[in-house]
């Protein structure tokens, strides 16, 4: 199984400043908390999939497919118990689902998919030494721009050996799709021990690996990618900021996109 | 010459363990020498590496006595990232070291720790991309390089910095048969610049280059000299779990006056002396396969992964027989491991048959198949998680529904068949990486399956354990047990299977006895491998036999008549 997600391309997304990407998904993110209504956020949705194919990177979002659809049907599924709404469509030894509560739940789920394809927009056009970069050059200290980085790359690693431990306690007889709790416990150990053997040995074989190339994390080190901040940043940066604004506008004082009020 | 790492009485032992892993070490290695360390696994070569750049005591703490300097700086008073600037160190685990999101970024990242501007670093990594041949693939992703190209992008993002020493914790082990040999040239072209280079590796061939050799065992420094002078000494290197070289074993065995550390040499050597008549290879042996029952057969097997678009697998017709002894042998990607894993149901072939016992594997349930064929994979640690080895060796009968006197007997039976009785009780973690290997064939064996599958059984295992592993398959197989061994390692296939299986690209290019396999070179040159050096003299030399011993019976059994001695 490949994890990683940068998607090396030559599209004017790849492009950008790491910093305006960051940016720009949190301004996503952010107009995303705008409207609580499913066809509000599915316009969202709808449009960071049109930036997902300008940057030729759909098959980055097919890779998680089945991720995002767990999320987005969960979100679905158990939202509706915990929200109150006034069209109650059934009812149930005290459990209600009403058309408000089932849509918003929708909403919901929509939302949680597009925080997930933003996010993955971010990391499928972006170089993790560009999002170490631009992290830094956004004031956070190095040794922890530093760390979130290498969290990023180490993910494909370890599932990587996760997946040749699976194949390896299968051969024994391990059963992954028995339905007994107490097997389901039983095989927890003969995954999760070394998996996290595997981890511990190869993070120390890394820290040893940049320390003997006169890495620290406290010192001034120049940059191979430097990031250019060109005209187009500042467009992709005040567009988003523009959007935003007409979001906050259109929520606040035109009350559109609301199933729920009092509710994010 | 002036001295450019020099040991001064070093001694070393790990945190939390009691015996040594380095005593008294002393000597010297001049600039611009190339020195190889050798010795068994635990005999302290990492260790000796590690002391070089200061990760012996800052960053593997422990008790610390003695001085390394290296290039006028005192490795254990410095900080390890001051020490880069002497030192430069490519470590045994190469995937761990490379992080980077491609080959350029890797190669720049320790120019970044020493504060190049980006023109200096462009050049030295166009340059040193060069130097170890990766400079077509700039722009790659490192997690699609191959396991030689991995490592010679390790070697090279280390070389970038241009230390003036650079010491290599044996870049070879676990690299299929061409990488092997692009780093071997690579560290021959290394020698000629002015740089001092360290490197360990288990591989007598591979010491012949060097200028001195440094022998441990236990910790202890036993031997240095020139290649000459310690490679001709079998029973030394064998004492330090290194396999000897076979031409100079056989020129002992033989009573041939004459040292040839190579196969041209050898043959120089028996020509001018006249060890050996002329003579034209007839009349070999072939050795007949086993016909006992069909227990595997692949057909028309091919298979695609999901996300490729070439086949991993083309058209494989494939019948394998009861008590056979197979060695699966081919590059890296060449299909091997994908095809062992339709022998026990791991992977599902896009089209055509995988047949067990004459019944589709989809056919069996999910308990059944572990019985028929076990897999043993390469690295132990992928499958290893009780606190004991009983309980380790336990959990696959157990999972399959074995108790009580099945299960205690298959267990004892086990431990007993892979040398492991007595080590019930112990934690399979603290053992070593040759018994922690026999723990997992243990583990497999306990089921008592038919067919037992082994990926590379012997990386990361010195001679010794090696000989023990292999020693221990040839028992089972004595017993029954088919055994397929995935290999790099040509002498295996050489010494202990009856039948070799050549792969290159996702196809079968030559399936026969071994002896025969191995006598055609040119078949071996278009899978990218190359016989050992006993089986290439065995080839010039007209012989059948294909271990040392037979080869040493059958020329005296020939009466030959040296003319000078």
């Given at each position: ?160 050996a ?32 070394p998996?996290f053997i595997s981890a511990m040995r190869y993070t120390n074989f890394l ?58 | ?92 685990d190469?995937?761990a ?282 690295n132990?640690d ?184």
């Amino acid at each position: 199984m490949n994890l990683t997600f940068y998607n090396d391309r030559a599209t004017w997304l790849h492009r950008l400043d790491p910093r305006t990407k960051i940016g720009g998904v949190l301004l996503i993110f952010v107009v995303c908390l705008c409207f609580n209504h499913p066809l509000f956020i599915a316009g969202i949705l709808a449009s960071v999939l049109a930036i997902f194919t300008a940057a030729k990177s759909l098959k980055v979002l097919w890779k998680l497919r089945f991720l995002l659809v767990l999320l987005f049907v969960f979100s679905v599924v158990l939202w509706p118990f915990f929200i109150k709404g006034k069209t109650i469509l059934l009812e149930w030894h005290g459990l209600e689902v009403s058309r408000e509560s089932l849509l918003y739940g929708l909403a919901m789920g929509l939302r949680l998919t597009t925080f997930v394809s933003a996010g993955l927009l971010l990391l499928a056009t972006t170089k993790n030494e560009e999002i170490t970069n631009g992290l830094i050059r956004l004031g956070i200290p190095y040794p922890v721009a530093f760390a979130l980085a290498t969290a990023i790359r180490l993910a494909p690693t370890f599932a990587d050996a996760g997946a040749t431990i699976v194949q390896a306690q299968v051969s024994r007889g391990l059963d992954l799709d028995s339905k007994n709790i107490f097997g389901r416990f039983k095989r927890f150990a003969p995954l999760s021990i070394p998996i996290f053997i595997s981890a511990m040995r190869y993070t120390n074989f890394l820290a040893m690996a940049l320390e003997s190339k006169g890495f620290r994390p406290d010192a001034p080190r120049t940059s191979y990618y430097e990031p250019q901040t060109t005209g187009r940043d500042w467009l992709v940066l005040g567009s988003l900021t523009l959007i935003l604004a007409a979001c906050l506008y259109m929520r606040v004082a035109l009350h559109w996109g609301i199933i729920i009020s009092g509710r994010l | 010459m002036t001295s450019s790492i020099v040991f001064d009485h070093l001694s070393f032992s790990y945190q939390n363990t009691t015996a040594p892993a380095l005593q008294d070490i002393s000597g010297e290695m001049s600039r611009g020498s190339f020195t190889m360390v050798m010795g068994h696994s635990g005999a302290g070569k990492s260790t000796l590496c590690c002391a070089i750049n200061g990760l012996v005591p800052r960053f593997l703490r422990g008790d610390y006595v003695g001085r390394v300097m290296a290039e006028g700086m005192e490795a254990g008073k410095n900080s390890v990232p001051d020490m880069a600037r002497a030192v430069g160190i490519v470590l045994q685990d190469f995937e761990a070291q490379l992080f980077s999101t491609n080959v350029e970024l890797e190669m720049a990242f320790g120019l970044e720790n020493q504060c190049l501007p980006k023109a200096a670093m462009e050049e030295r990594i166009h340059a040193y991309l060069r130097v170890v041949g990766l400079e077509e693939l700039l722009r790659r992703d490192t997690a699609t390089l191959s396991g030689g190209q991995k490592q010679r992008l390790a070697i090279g993002s280390v070389l970038a910095m241009e230390p003036p020493v650079l010491v290599m914790d044996e870049p070879t082990t676990d690299i299929d048969p061409e990488g092997r040999h692009h780093i071997l040239s690579l560290i021959r072209r290394l020698r000629t610049q002015e740089r001092t280079l360290v490197v360990t590796d288990l591989d007598a061939e591979a010491a012949v280059q060097a200028d001195q050799i440094w022998l441990l065992r236990d910790g202890q420094l036993l031997a240095k000299g020139r290649p000459a002078e310690i490679l001709t000494d079998s029973s030394l290197i064998e004492s330090c779990g290194i396999r000897p070289l076979a031409t100079i074993a056989l020129f002992q065995e033989m009573n041939w006056p004459g040292q040839p550390l190579t196969v041209d040499a050898a043959l120089a050597e028996i020509e001018n002396q006249g060890l050996l008549r002329p003579r034209r290879p007839e009349g070999r042996n072939i050795s007949v396969l086993n016909h006992g029952k069909v227990i595997l057969e692949t057909r028309n097997l091919s298979y695609q992964y999901p996300a490729g678009s070439t086949n991993a697998l083309n058209d494989i017709d494939l019948i394998i027989h009861e008590g056979d002894f197979v060695a699966m042998l081919g590059q890296n990607g060449s299909g091997k491991t994908t095809l062992a894993k339709h022998f026990n149901g791991l992977l599902k072939p896009t089209t055509g048959y995988m047949l067990v016992r004459g019944r589709r594997v989809n056919s069996y349930r999910r308990d059944e198949l572990p019985r028929e064929v076990g897999y043993v994979f390469q690295n132990p640690d992928h499958q290893i998680f009780a606190p004991t080895v009983g309980e380790e060796v336990s959990f696959g009968p157990r999972i399959l529904g074995m108790d009580g006197k099945t299960l205690e007997r298959n267990i004892a039976e086990a431990l007993d068949a892979t040398g492991l009785s007595g080590f019930e009780d112990k934690n399979p973690f603290l053992l070593n990486r040759g018994e922690r290997q026999r723990v997992a064939v243990a583990s497999i064996l306990a089921v008592k399956p038919a067919v037992i599958i082994l990926d590379e059984p012997t990386t990361g295992l010195d001679y010794v354990h090696q000989l023990d592993t292999m020693e221990m398959l040839k028992r089972l197989n004595q017993l029954g047990h088919t055994i397929i061994v995935i290999t790099h390692a040509m002498w295996i296939a050489e010494a202990y299977a009856r039948r070799s299986i050549l792969m290159k690209e996702g196809r079968i290019l030559l399936d026969g006895p071994t002896s025969e396999v191995f006598s055609d070179e040119t078949m071996l040159a278009a899978a990218s491998l190359a016989p050992s050096d006993l089986i290439r003299l065995r080839n010039r030399l007209g012989l059948a036999a294909m271990t040392l011993n037979d080869m040493v019976k059958e020329l005296k059994s020939e009466a030959v008549s040296p003319r000078s001695f």
